[in-house]
């Protein structure tokens, strides 16, 4: 007997500090627990003993839950499952939990024995997990439409180059026809002035086009790709001196243009300084590009802060972006007017891509004809107000 | 059979890509096919030259016209054409050849959606667009000149 109770004493002492172990009794009073359950629940055990686990009930699960719970040791069989519960502290934690009714002499539980183990760190690398995963679709979805359009738009120069390529093949073989005919005597002028003066260079300039054309996507796509790859350098930026800086860099351009640019009271908020600069230079070089022909360009600049991030809005009257279009103009090499100024139909696509890099976001609002205001907004600088409880 | 079935239609392409565009038509061309041929730049010029709006040339009102739809193209593309054009009720039966490139599945799917399933691939073969023609009922239409002695 004492070598039984020494046995059971040693099961015990190995059960305190492997679990949380609490027992209850059948009207789910607390009766015991032990040093891990009070270290957890941040409860002392003078707390705890006589109360009601809904104590530490933290409202996640349905009642349906509990209900389930109840039923199944009230029957007399064991409950195993997955509980998050609260904390005197309100911090959350998950335990997996193991019920298991003592029966009495009656038939019916006498008490119950809750054995629990710790696994919040798992619950939070599995809801961590789910997220990444979720991320991960959205960048799939997202890479899968990059090479959708580029093969398009690679392909559409290469079609040129095939087609015109054929149409070089064919000039020369007139010229060749020519000459074949003409023997040892001259060939007559009328039979190479075609192929010579108008298909051939027409050809070469459109194999010539194609091929730039080519080589500038391969640049941008491979500009674009780098991009990802870069380390950012969080910091505090000072949105006034960033616009200021940025607005100087191209003052040549925006006196060219007879800009009037004012810049309200920005918030300070927190980014790379160099990607986020390349963002603002951008949309001031959109604003000049895009103006109006017929009314002097402005440009205004404001800020504020809204739950946590500052948002920016660059306004300008330039000749904005039909409301069908505008969900476009972020899209990689999409260019809402290929006849108008020279770009390469990224820079949009990159300031989204800088912008989501550091937790903030870009947008656009236009009525198309008054003007486009680009918002972007970064986290803010001043931390968010402590939240009432 | 299709309203321009009974006279030989003018072929609109509309293509924003002008290389495209000449090829398109000299390919055309090299295979006799003397239809009078007319080259938009993107769905509004045509959509335009159909409905007559915007100051350019418009369509004859028992014009014949078979059009050859580029799906990619700025502003309005050739999806948007198609839904314009099959929204119109004088313009429902008009007989389009939607040119694809090998990456435009996503977009061939929703002009079927949109009852067009006539298409070609880019560059245009002219015995696939003969055969496309074909299953318009426009064959017979297509003008063919005297072969050229070129080719």
């Known amino acids: 007997m004492p070598a039984t109770l020494r046995e059971l004493r040693a099961i015990k002492a190995a059960l305190d500090v492997h679990s949380i172990v609490a027992m209850t009794d059948t009207s789910g009073r607390i009766t015991d627990v032990n040093d891990k ?5 941040k409860y002392s055990r003078g707390e705890l003993i006589g109360q009601d686990h809904r104590i530490i009930n933290s409202g996640y699960h349905p009642k349906a839950f509990f209900r389930d719970m109840w039923d199944t040791i009230g029957s007399g069989r064991t409950w195993r499952g997955e509980i998050r519960n609260r904390a005197k502290d309100g911090s959350f934690y998950w335990v997996d939990t193991t019920i298991f009714p003592c029966m009495g002499r009656s038939g019916r539980p006498a008490q119950y024995v809750a054995i629990r183990t710790d696994i919040t760190e798992r619950k939070v690398d599995a809801a961590q997990l789910k997220r990444y995963a979720a991320d991960l679709a959205e960048k799939n979805k997202e890479l899968e439409a990059i090479v959708n359009t580029l093969s398009h738009d690679l392909r ?31 060939v007559p002028a009328s039979e190479v002035r075609r192929p010579l003066e108008v298909d051939i260079p027409q050809a070469l300039n459109f194999i010539n ?25 969080i910091e505090r930026l000072d949105m006034n001196a960033l616009f200021a800086e940025a607005f100087s860099a191209m003052k040549f351009q925006l006196d060219a243009a007879g800009a009037n640019v004012r810049v309200g009271l920005l918030p300070d908020g927190r980014g790379d300084r160099v990607q986020t600069s390349q963002v603002l230079s951008n949309l001031i070089d959109n604003a000049i590009k895009y103006r109006h022909p017929d009314r002097a360009l402005c440009i205004k600049v404001e800020g504020r802060v809204e739950s946590g991030q500052a948002v920016y809005s660059v306004a300008d009257n330039g000749i904005g972006i039909a409301p069908e279009h505008q969900p476009k103009a972020f899209e990689i090499f999409h260019r809402l007017n290929p006849d108008g100024p020279a770009g390469e139909g990224l820079g949009l696509t990159i300031a ?24 972007l907004s970064i986290p803010s600088a001043e931390p968010l107000p402590a939240a009432t409880p | ?81 198609l839904r314009r054009l099959k929204a119109d009720p004088s313009l429902r039966n008009l007989a389009v050849i939607v040119l694809t490139t090998a990456d435009d599945l996503r977009e061939v799917e929703r002009c079927q959606e949109l009852g067009c399933d006539v298409y070609l691939r880019k560059p245009i073969d002219f015995g696939k667009f003969a055969e496309a023609a074909r299953r318009l009922g426009l064959f017979m239409t297509l003008l063919l000149a005297q072969p050229s002695n070129e080719s």
């Open chain 1, 209 to 233: 086009a194609g091929v730039n054309k080519m080589d500038s996507l391969l640049t941008g796509l491979l500009r674009f790709s780098r991009l990802g790859r870069e380390a950012l350098t």
């Open chain 1, 37 to 41: 359950f009070c270290s957890i629940s």
């Open chain 1, 352 to 375: 989204r891509r800088v912008l989501e890099r550091q937790k903030g976001r870009i947008w656009v609002e236009s009525s198309g004809q008054g003007g486009s205001t680009f918002y």
């Open chain 2, 1 to 81: 059979m299709n309203r321009a079935g009974a006279l030989a239609p003018d072929i609109l392409i509309v293509d924003d890509d002008e290389g495209h565009a000449i090829l398109a038509r000299e390919n055309l061309e090299a295979a006799a096919v003397s239809n009078p041929i007319r080259h938009f730049r993107d769905g509004q010029a045509v959509l335009d030259f159909l409905l007559a709006g915007g100051p350019g040339p418009h369509a004859a009102k028992a014009g014949a016209y078979l059009m050859l739809l580029d799906i990619r193209m700025p502003r309005v593309d050739g999806v948007e054409v």
């Open chain 1, 156 to 186: 559409s120069p290469l079609i040129n180059v095939q087609g015109f390529g054929n149409q070089l093949a064919r000039a020369c073989e007139r010229i060749r026809a020519a000459f074949a005919s003409a023997g040892t005597g001259a």
